[in-house]
């Protein structure tokens, strides 16, 4: 006889910063009966998984951590990848989330059961059926390799910068770096002291802003700890400044101003002017997201350092190949060529059977970024046009779990089974979003980024300031959704395999 199938409340997708948030605003709300399914072994999202030389937030740690769970003891402004990962670790043993997290538990699937008002789940650790299904899934975990040509031939090492290869020792080696974006831009001039030859492939150059990072003392982390309304004041202070970031940045005018400081960081830090030509990009600031960094110019200027702007052609067992017919022989090369584009559709099926990949196939959307109309009880945490290129994403985060808690409380405050975004109000946001973004420096900005679609627009973006977004998340109208009112399924018993 087969086993019953476990069922809970809610399953949440993802035990990153966003399914952390989620976990621990359902215990503080008294809820107990939910499961984080996690495909790794452990709890941290992209901050477990990249731990790449170097690898640090480029938004301040204050801002980029939990407003209801401040750290006062954050020794850097950036913080590097294992304090942020002791945080999140450290949050998770504070709020019990390792009775609920299930490690190895790979979503494959999801279907809605109409008839029975649950999200039948199918995972790598066995089925679980939910009646609220929360993705969390992170947006930069899964890294992709460039489409070029042989390689899969190249005879020496190679890995991509997500997938970091610490066994291998890069001292004294020939090494070829793939891509001149934020996470090489922070690797790069940790390895470039152990290469005896170092090799950057750039295609195009990125707009780069100084980041002044400096230690936090230990006075500072003293007051902070004694009085957190100071630490609230400076996490203030530096939304503010982050605000103003992203304002001058949307428009092709006020860019202006963020073009001038980072022409005065290039010209400060590169005095070859051969090579300070060859680091200026050609398109508007702001247009791909902007590299913050104090230490990536330097590195490029060193002697035993070169940056080639030939375009590649193919890769060889020995060496890669530009267009100008050159082979460039190396013995490792470091794939920095980015993630997966965000924001990714899980692998589910929603009312009628539709997948939510067939539904996105021309454009995705999501009202406000968190529901999806024919997909009952399903919601998305950093959805379609929620991301940000000028500030913490966590603020993002925030709202919308904030906003979930008031979709679930909905349902049952009416004793209704299921909740669902209308056609109507979520294509009005979609149409409202594109036209916002007309004119944006994303959209005529005259760059190819990661932000556009196929049709010249963004899903990924969203095109007003923070504050615009808590404030449309703030308050649930229920004229937005329809409730299913049908009979609740029976509560199963069953624990969850762990």
Partial sequence: MAS????????????????????????????????????????????????????????????????????????????????????????ADEHALGEHVRFRHEVLGADWDEDAGLWHVRTSGGPIDARFLISGMGPLTNPVAPDIPGLGTFAGTCFHSGSWNHDHDLTGERVAVIGT??????????????????????????WVLPRMNRHITALERALYRRFPAVQRAVREKQMLRHELLGIL??????????????????????????????????????????????????????????????????????????????????????????????????????????????????????????????????????????????????????????YVLQCIAHVERNGARAIEVREEPQHAFSEDIREQLQGTIWIVGGCNSWYLNERGGTSVLWPGTTWAFTSALRQLDPSDYELDWAPAPARRPDPVAA
């Fill in 181 to 206: 974006g934020s996470s090489a831009a922070q690797f790069v001039p940790q390895i470039a002291p152990q290469a005896e030859r170092l090799l950057v492939f750039q295609r195009t150059p990125g």
């Fill in 249 to 402: 940045l949307r428009s092709p005018r006020s860019t202006r101003v963020i073009e001038r400081v980072c022409r005065a960081h290039l010209e400060r830090q590169v005095r070859d002017p051969a090579l300070r030509e060859r680091l200026t990009p050609t398109f508007r600031a702001g247009c791909k997201r902007l590299i913050i960094s104090d230490d990536w110019y330097p590195a490029l200027a060193r002697p035993d350092v070169d940056l080639v702007t030939d375009a590649i052609t193919e890769v060889r067992p020995e060496g890669v190949v530009t267009a100008d017919g050159t082979l460039h022989e190396v013995d490792t090369l470091i794939l920095g060529t980015g993630y997966e584009i965000m924001p990714v559709a899980d692998p589910l099926r929603g009312r009628g059977g539709v997948a939510i990949s067939e539904r996105w196939a021309a454009h995705r959307e999501a009202y406000l970024g968190t529901t999806v109309s024919g997909y009952p009880n399903y919601f998305m945490l950093v959805g379609p046009n929620t991301a940000t290129g000028h500030t913490s994403i966590l603020l993002y985060a925030e709202a919308q779990i904030d």
């Fill in 4 to 91: 019953a199938v476990p069922t809970v409340k809610i399953a949440i997708i993802g035990a990153g910063f966003a399914g952390m948030g989620m976990a621990i605003r359902l215990r503080q709300e008294g809820e107990r009966d939910f499961v984080m399914l996690e495909r790794s072994e452990a709890i941290g999202g992209t901050w477990r998984a990249n731990t790449y030389p170097g690898c640090a937030v480029d938004v301040e740690s204050h801002l980029y951590s939990f407003s209801f769970a401040p750290n006062p003891d954050w020794t850097q402004l950036y913080s590097p990848q294992q304090e942020i990962w002791d945080y999140q670790l450290r949050l």
